[in-house]
Structures are given as C-alpha cells and as structure tokens.
C-alpha cells in the first residue's frame, strides 16, 4: 500500500516524501503551485510506510497533549518586537530562549524573489526574518530531514508552522522517541494557506504595474492601520511603500485540505500554540489590546510547552484567560470553503492571473467590506462576520 492523496485529501506536508526509504516520492506543484505527493512507480516497493506516517485525518498527535490547552494573553515587554511581530510578539521570545541554549529555529522567512519557505535559523537576525505571518503556504522540501539530523545531533530545536505541519514533522519523527525530548512545537492558529503561484503571480504583476522591484513585503503593516486592520504594504527599491487591495482576502485561493482542516480545535498538535487575542478588549487583559499594537493569545497544550513558555515569562505581560473567552471560529471548525473555490482554480489554471486578479481580486464590495469589518467591527465579532461574508 502506497500513498495516494490528492486534492483536499492531503495537506502537503512532506511527511511521507520524508519517510520514504526508497526515494519514490516527489513533491510536485498542481496549477495553484501547491505542492502533492507523487510516486514513481518504478522505485517503489510497496513497504507501506508513507500511509502510516501521514497525520491529515488520523488524529494521532492527540496521544501527545495533555486535556485541555491553557490559554494565556500576552505581550511581549519589547515594544520593537510587538510592532515588528503581527500579534503581540510571543513567538520572538520562544525563539530567543532557544538560541539562548544553542538550539535551532525553523520558521517561515522569505527565500528569493519573496517565496515563503520553511528555514533554519541558529541566530536572532535569522529567527526575525520569521516574525510576521506570510498568508501563503510554505515550502517546506528538506525540512523534515534537516530537523531529524539536528536533533540526532543532540542539538535542541523548535520547529513553528501551521499545525498540519507540525503534525506531519510529529509523526515523522515519532518512530524514534528519543529524539522528541528536545524538540518545541509551536503551530498558529490557522485560517488556511493560500496558493503559492499566484502569489508569485501577484508580486510579478506589481513590479509590472509599478516599473520598479519590490524590496519588503509586509502582510500587516501595523505601523500604517494598527494590528486590528489587515493592511499589506509592499516596498519598492525608491523607498516608496504602497498598500493594494488584497487579492488574497477572500478564501478563494486556499487550499482544499483546510476546508476539512482536522487541527481547527483546541486538541492542537504542538507543545504551544500561538494566535492573535481577538476579542481581548472584552477580557481581563483588555489593557493588552487597547493601543491596538497587538496581543497575543498562547495555548499551553502539553507539559513540555509549559516548561519553555515558563521559562520565557519574564519578557513578557502574561495573563491567564477563560478558554470560552478566546474560541475564535478556527478552533472551533474549518474555515468553510468558499463558493467561488472551484471556478477560481479552474479559471487561474485555464484563463491565468489577469483574468483571476480583475475577477476575484481588486476592490469588489466583498473586499471593501471586509476592511470596512477590519477597521470598525469588535473584535470578538470579526471573524464570525467575516465568515458571513465569505458565504454570500
Ligand atoms: C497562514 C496563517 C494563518 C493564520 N490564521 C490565524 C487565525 O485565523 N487566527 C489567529 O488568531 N491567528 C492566525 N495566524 C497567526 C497569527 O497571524 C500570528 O502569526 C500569531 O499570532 C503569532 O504572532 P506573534 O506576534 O507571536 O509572532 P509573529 O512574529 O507574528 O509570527 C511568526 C510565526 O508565524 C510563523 N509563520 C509565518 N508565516 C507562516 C506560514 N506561511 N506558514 C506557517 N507558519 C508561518 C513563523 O514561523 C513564526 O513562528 C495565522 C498565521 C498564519 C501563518
Ligand atoms: S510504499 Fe514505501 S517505497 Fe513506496 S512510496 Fe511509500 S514509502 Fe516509498
Ligand atoms: S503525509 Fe502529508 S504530504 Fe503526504 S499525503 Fe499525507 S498530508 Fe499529504
Ligand atoms: S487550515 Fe489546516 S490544513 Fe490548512 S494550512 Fe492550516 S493547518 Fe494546514
């Protein structure tokens, strides 16, 4: 039995390429440039061990946390980390008690020409290239094997990402028990990855428009609209910064596993979890939230996580919350998936990313409408309107 996934079915996250002892599996991009396993057929020899490791659907992590998660508001006491992380800088201060003991950072940073890729990071300019949620799903090839050889090593690491991700690097490497003890996982709260090519397609098209390179990308630029607002502004080599109408606002690029997302719950599978503290305003860490520079909300799943997240507490404001206060709509459920899905990949992959930018993207009243809730809408109600309006 080998694996045979495709389509939302499989959440690309290289575990079985990893696993597979033979070499037989690649990880090849559909039209959206998400990336799916494939088997060569001639070196496969049938030994089952990519069905076994995948995680998608399995819910196996959950043998690894404890009950219920701990929810915590946080802020980190560095006002410079807070404004140059996209919530209230939790991960830095993980990432730095890391390096403190010679441990090893993955993260996501952005590789040439702005790919968003999974890296490896020994030092704090490394780690800060993480900071910032990119909205587009990482590459995350090689990864897993570099982390299982770090941890052989002996060497202590903290591997972050999407919670699929972590699940997949869990899984691969829980064969051998030895080397979980020193490793941190820390996924995010997560609403779903959109499409890598358009991505690509997108950057293209405003350096086209705009006859110069883009220099820094920021997909929340809190210094110009504050945490609350989702404003990506992109840098031009002039030094002239420009926000566009997000093309990427609307749920139709993302990828069909996180419409059936198994890790949009509180059983998550890392050690911490870390996520924007929406709805804080009406919690007693209401004072965390109200410049509008960002709060985090931390997740303490197992035992481990709260040895490093103790050990980190003295850089930040930290303040024990009611889980029912911070159930935001992806711990409950998936994002639900977007009417206009199917005939958007269909027209990208056939018509190409004009068609799909003047179509989908731009400023149609669904956009504007969701800036319009960015801006004035409470925060414990925004993303449940949000997901209103992604229905219509
Ligand atoms: C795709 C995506 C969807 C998200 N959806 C939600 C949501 O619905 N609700 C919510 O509360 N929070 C969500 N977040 C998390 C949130 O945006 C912040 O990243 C989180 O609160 C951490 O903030 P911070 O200030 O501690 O650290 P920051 O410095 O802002 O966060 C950086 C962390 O995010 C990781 N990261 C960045 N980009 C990616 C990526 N493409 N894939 C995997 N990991 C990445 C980095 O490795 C690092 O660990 C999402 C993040 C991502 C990446
Ligand atoms: S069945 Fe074994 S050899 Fe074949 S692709 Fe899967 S892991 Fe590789
Ligand atoms: S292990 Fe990961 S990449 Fe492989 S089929 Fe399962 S979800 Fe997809
Ligand atoms: S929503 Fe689920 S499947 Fe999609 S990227 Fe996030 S964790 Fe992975």
């Given amino acids: 039995m080998r694996i045979d996934k495709a389509g939302k079915e499989c959440c690309g996250c290289t575990a079985c390429e990893s696993v597979c002892p033979h070499g037989a599996i690649a990880m090849r991009p559909d039209a959206l440039g998400f990336l799916y396993p494939y088997v060569d057929g001639n070196k496969c020899v049938d030994c089952g061990l990519?069905?076994?490791?995948?995680?998608?659907?399995?819910?196996?992590?959950?043998?690894?946390?404890?009950?219920?998660?701990?929810?915590?508001?946080?802020?980190?006491?560095?006002?410079?980390?807070?404004?140059?992380?996209?919530s209230g800088g939790a991960f830095i201060a993980l990432s730095n008690e890391i390096l403190r003991k010679s441990g090893v950072v993955y993260g996501v940073g952005y590789g040439g020409r702005f790919r968003i890729v999974h890296e490896r990071a020994t030092n704090k300019s490394g780690c800060d290239g993480f900071k910032g949620?990119?909205?587009?799903?990482?590459?995350?090839?090689?990864?897993?094997?570099?982390?299982?050889?770090?941890?052989?090593?002996?060497?202590?690491?903290?591997?972050?990402?999407?919670?699929?991700?972590?699940?997949?690097?869990?899984?691969?490497?829980?064969?051998?028990?030895d080397l979980l003890r020193n490793l941190w996982l820390v996924d995010v709260i997560c609403?779903?990855?959109a499409a890598p090519a358009v991505w690509k397609d997108y950057l293209d098209y405003l350096e086209r428009k705009e006859r110069k390179k883009i220099v820094a990308v920021n997909f929340r630029d809190k210094g110009l609209t504050g945490w609350r607002s989702h404003t990506e502004t992109f840098k031009f080599e002039d030094g002239v910064k420009r926000t566009y109408p997000y093309l990427f606002y609307n749920d139709v690029m993302l990828r069909p596993s996180c419409n059936v997302c198994p890790y949009a719950c509180l059983q998550r599978p890392s050690d911490?979890?870390?996520?924007?503290?929406?709805?804080?305003?009406?919690?007693?860490?209401?004072?965390?939230?109200?410049?509008?520079?960002?709060?985090?909300?931390?997740?303490?799943?197992?035992?481990?996580?709260?040895?490093?997240?103790?050990?980190?507490?003295?850089?930040?404001?930290?303040?024990?919350?009611?889980?029912?206060?911070?159930?935001?709509?992806?711990?409950?459920?998936p994002t639900p998936c977007n009417p206009q899905q199917g005939r958007f990949a269909r027209d990208y992959a056939e018509k190409g990313f004009a068609y799909v930018r003047k179509k989908y993207g731009n400023d149609n009243w669904k956009c504007r409408a969701?800036?319009?809730?960015?801006?004035?809408?409470?925060?414990?109600?925004r993303p449940y309107v949000k997901r209103m309006i992604g229905r219509i």
Avoid at 63 to 78: H, K, L, S
Avoid at 143 to 153: C, E, H, K, P, Y
Wanted: hydrophobic fraction near 35%; proline fraction near 4%.
């Fill in 272 to 333: 911490l979890t870390i996520g924007d503290f929406w709805g804080v305003e009406d919690t007693c860490a209401a004072s965390m939230g109200e410049d509008n520079k960002g709060c985090s909300l931390v997740l303490v799943n197992t035992e481990k996580g709260k040895v490093l997240f103790d050990a980190v507490r003295t850089a930040l404001r930290v303040m024990e919350v009611c889980l029912d206060d911070c159930l935001q709509p992806n711990l409950q459920s």
């Fill in 370 to 381: 969701r800036r319009w809730v960015s801006n004035l809408v409470p925060d414990k109600v």
């Fill in 50 to 86: 990519c069905v076994k490791v995948c995680a998608f659907h399995t819910g196996r992590h959950r043998e690894m946390q404890q009950a219920m998660p701990v929810p915590y508001a946080v802020r980190n006491r560095d006002e410079k980390e807070v404004m140059t992380s996209h």
């Fill in 191 to 193: 609403h779903g990855v």
């Fill in 133 to 177: 949620s990119k909205y587009v799903q990482s590459d995350l090839q090689g990864i897993f094997r570099r982390v299982r050889s770090d941890l052989s090593d002996g060497k202590i690491v903290l591997f972050s990402g999407t919670p699929c991700q972590t699940a997949g690097l869990y899984s691969y490497l829980k064969v051998k028990p």
